[in-house]
């Protein structure tokens, strides 16, 4: 995952990552990530969300607070 990252970066397919990952998961991925990749970090959360819709994964990750 840090590695297909650190590709589309190089593209330039981002410009800023939010990332939502199982608390495991998430410590891991954020030891492999080159520190350009890292920096483009903006949102992250620690939480399994498996179970959840599309349309909540995007509300969690793109609402704006107060709005």
Do not use: W
Request: glycine share 2%; charged share 30%.
């Amino acid at each position: 995952m840090a590695q297909r990252l650190s590709e589309a970066l190089q593209q330039k397919r981002y410009d800023e990552l939010r990332i939502t990952a199982a608390p495991r998961f998430l410590g891991l991925l954020r030891k492999s990530l080159s520190a350009q990749v890292a920096a483009t970090v903006t949102d992250e959360q620690s939480k399994d969300l498996i179970h959840e819709s599309n349309r909540d994964i995007t509300t969690r990750m793109f609402s704006r607070p107060g709005v």
